[in-house]
């Protein structure tokens, strides 16, 4: 093994469910989990405290198929396409390692990185030259740095959204800030475009919503568990707010029917009305950083 993939007692690439590779990063700040399929953040848990994000116990661990739960890498479009996977193959793509490191503060840096090729041409349907960097960041708050650099000659436009998934005590007793009057796409009421009033998002039913044009963070107010995850962004003017509740819940296969209750996805991207176009040797990086704080 190659001493710079993995930092002693710190870092380690073990093998997770379905014989996938992931990092176990164990520090005094924190824990997380990091899956080179899809450079996937499966877990993270700031140290004496509940895990922040939420995982399915039905979830798939296959090449092929994404995970369900944690942070689903989303690239190059968002949502349904025609005869291919839905939001887009970064997810299901096997990653390398790019770099790994402690800083001197105690966060581990891991570096993840997948290029362009033959493949994700044919998948993609475009002849784009491309690199995207996962960077993440493991300490008291959870860092993800999603860069796009454009390797070929054209310009291109693309959807990129880091899906995350929030564990929550009971969905229906959360709240959450931050998107008040914002415009949003409703996927749970044909995609039709409506303004949120001025109060905070709560939840009585299936809700599927792309918030466009906002650079706001998000704040997920959990009384259950007395606990606020805060959620910061930068270059990032989309927010989809998800929970599948009990239909929606019950037609995937890879969620279990009583699982909704307890999970929130707050995304953080560009999608919609907020496409990406990316210059030739151009570059995009969509920042979020989660943390936690006591809700009093
Ligand atoms: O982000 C919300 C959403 O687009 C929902 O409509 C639902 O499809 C969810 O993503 C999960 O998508 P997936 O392809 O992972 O099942």
Known sequence: MDASLEIPGIARLATGPGGLPRYEITTPLA????????????????????????????SWFQGGRPIRGGVPVIFPWFGPRQESPAHGFARTRAWTVESLRQEPDGNVVLVLRLESDAETRALWGEPHDWVLRHRITVGTALGMELEIENRGAAPFRCEEALHTYFSVSE???????????????????????????????????????????????????DPGWRRRILVEKADSDS???????????????????????????????????????????????TRTRVRCEALQ
């Open 171 to 221: 969905v229906g007793a959360i709240q959450v800030r931050g998107l008040e009057n914002a415009e949003y796409y409703d996927k749970a009421d044909g995609m039709r475009r409506k303004c949120q009033d001025s109060g905070p998002i709560r939840f009585t039913a299936e809700t599927d919503r792309t918030y466009v044009n906002t650079a706001a963070a998000c704040a997920i107010d």
């Open 31 to 58: 824990q997380a989990h990091v899956y080179l399929h899809g450079a996937h953040v499966s877990h993270f848990a700031p140290t004496g405290q509940r895990p922040v994000l939420f995982m399915s116990a039905q």
């Open 239 to 285: 927010t989809v707010v998800w929970n599948p509740w009990i239909a929606k819940a019950q037609i995937m296969p890879d969620f279990g029917d009583d699982e909704w209750p307890g999970m929130v996805c707050v995304e953080t991207g560009n999608v919609a009305d907020n496409t990406l176009e990316i210059a030739p040797g151009g570059k995009h990086t």
